[in-house]
T-cell receptor, first 113, second 113 residues
């Protein structure tokens, strides 16, 4: 089992719809959770971070964390063609010596005009 | 404020040669990470510096890889001798605080032929 798993893509939604990206993780001591967006050939760009259970909203983006279910998601409202990219879920553990992130494979999102 | 910069952006070398990658983190960021993405795989952690010290090098694949961060500023990652399986994109990231958001550089695409 992979440490961080993302829903298999590609995911395609029409413009204006809600895109839902899901991520599960296996390490119960995980503490910090990040969503990165990566355009083709570009570097991962941090778009959301979440550290406690519940929802965190930033513009059209909402991250949801449920530590009991070991689940973190990203919702993109009013999806735009410019949101088309690969979305990476990254998880950090609570280990005080570990600042590293463990990444999922990524989910490729296509928003169709 | 300048972001994380990496040099070179691309490198093509022959098997057996040596290559050195450089990363300049965001000014003031004590934490510097190296990651690698090989074709078709997820981004994987290589190592983590805190200032000039190696905090975690558990992801380094073998002793052909040597990372340094003299003076706690920029870092280099040397591969010697390079093998075909070393091909991939090498990302550097930095963060101000431990276990918080990391900002990525554009990556160095290494091709070993």
């Amino acid at each position: 089992q992979k440490e961080v798993e993302q829903n298999s893509g590609p995911l395609s939604v029409p413009e204006g719809a809600i895109a839902s990206l899901n991520c599960t993780y296996s390490d119960r001591v995980s503490q910090s959770f990040f969503w990165y967006r990566q355009y083709s050939g570009k570097s991962p760009e941090l778009i959301m971070s979440i550290y406690s259970n519940g929802d965190k909203e930033d513009g059209r983006f909402t991250a949801q964390l449920n530590k009991a279910s070991q689940y973190v998601s990203l919702l993109i409202r009013d999806s735009q063609p410019s949101d088309s990219a690969t979305y990476l879920c990254a998880v950090n553990t609570r280990d005080t010596n570990a600042g590293k992130s463990t990444f999922g494979d990524g989910t490729t999102l296509t928003v169709k005009p | 404020e300048a972001g994380v910069t990496q040099f070179p952006s691309h490198s093509v070398i022959e098997k057996g040669q040596t290559v050195t990658l450089r990363c300049d983190p965001i000014s003031g960021h004590d934490n510097l990470y190296w990651y690698r993405r090989v074709m078709g795989k997820e981004i994987k952690f290589l190592l983590h510096f805190v200032k000039e010290s190696k905090q975690d090098e558990s992801g380094m694949p073998n002793n052909r890889f040597l990372a340094e961060r003299t003076g706690g500023t920029y870092s280099t990652l040397k591969v010697q001798p390079a093998e075909l399986e070393d091909s991939g994109v090498y990302f550097c990231a930095s963060s101000q605080e431990f276990n918080t958001e990391a900002f990525f550089g554009q990556g160095t695409r290494l091709t070993v032929v």
